[in-house]
């Protein structure tokens, strides 16, 4: 069974950078779409930041140019580099993945169990 595992939460001051990280578990031949949201109290969870097979990467207006989606195929991991940190990217993050191929099947919209941000100020 494929599992995501999540790492690399934590406090941080602002302005400081953290590093994020997701790995699937078991037999993967390949995945084609990797995503990070993220669910601040009170608010809908937000895409972050996506990244496509073919290499194309795309983020949220409010962290483009201080986050990096960046993925290790043969390991089957999705990074997500954040610095210039703000007070409001305080979030649980979550890793998402879809199109996931396996040895009998192709499994569809897998999340990770969700990492805690907190940017203090």
């Known amino acids: 069974q494929v599992q995501l595992v999540e790492s690399g939460g934590g406090l941080v001051q602002a302005g400081g950078s953290l590093t994020l990280s997701c790995a699937a578990s078991g037999s993967i031949f390949s995945i084609d779409v990797m995503r990070w949201y993220r669910q601040a109290p009170g608010n809908q969870r937000e895409l972050v930041a996506f990244s496509g097979s073919g290499g194309y990467t795309s983020y949220a207006a409010s962290v483009k140019g201080r986050f990096t989606i960046s993925r290790d195929n043969p390991k089957n991991t999705v990074y997500l580099h954040m610095s210039s940190l703000k007070p409001e990217d305080t979030a649980v993050y979550y890793c998402?993945?879809?199109?996931?191929?396996?040895?009998?099947?192709?499994?569809?919209?897998?999340w990770g169990q969700g990492t805690q941000v907190t940017v203090s100020s």
């Open positions: 998402n993945f879809d199109g996931i191929y396996t040895l009998v099947r192709v499994l569809r919209d897998l």
